[in-house]
């Protein structure tokens, strides 16, 4: 097999750094797209509203639309924000549980 570099070798550094923040920034992506649909839905004129009532999201169901990307977003975050960039010297729980 051919003696390939690894990506790590190729950019210097590790990937993974980049990840974490492209990550939390598709999370806020999220978050600002349903907010931009629940704004949407109190605009009933426009040409964005015509494409939405063409495949039936109007009103109510586009508000609903928005805040499960709001809520999708934030729940990305928070998971993200959790693996990437929690501190690895915070002690677990895991060790405080009671024997029998």
């Not at 990550?23 to 992506?29: E, R």
């Not at 063409?54 to 109510?60: E, F, R, S, Y």
């Amino acid at each position: 097999m051919a003696n390939l570099s690894t990506t790590e070798e190729r950019l210097g550094r590790s990937p993974q750094r980049l990840v974490r923040y492209f990550v939390l920034f598709m999370s806020l992506v999220y978050a600002g797209m349903g907010a931009w649909l629940i704004w949407t839905a109190g605009r009933p004129e426009g040409p964005t509203m015509t494409h939405f009532a063409q495949i039936g999201l109007t009103g109510n169901r586009l508000r609903l639309l928005g805040l499960f990307f709001i809520l999708y977003g934030l729940i990305r975050f928070v998971r993200s924000y959790r693996a990437h960039f929690r501190n690895a010297t915070t002690p677990s729980n895991e060790d405080d549980l009671p024997t029998s």
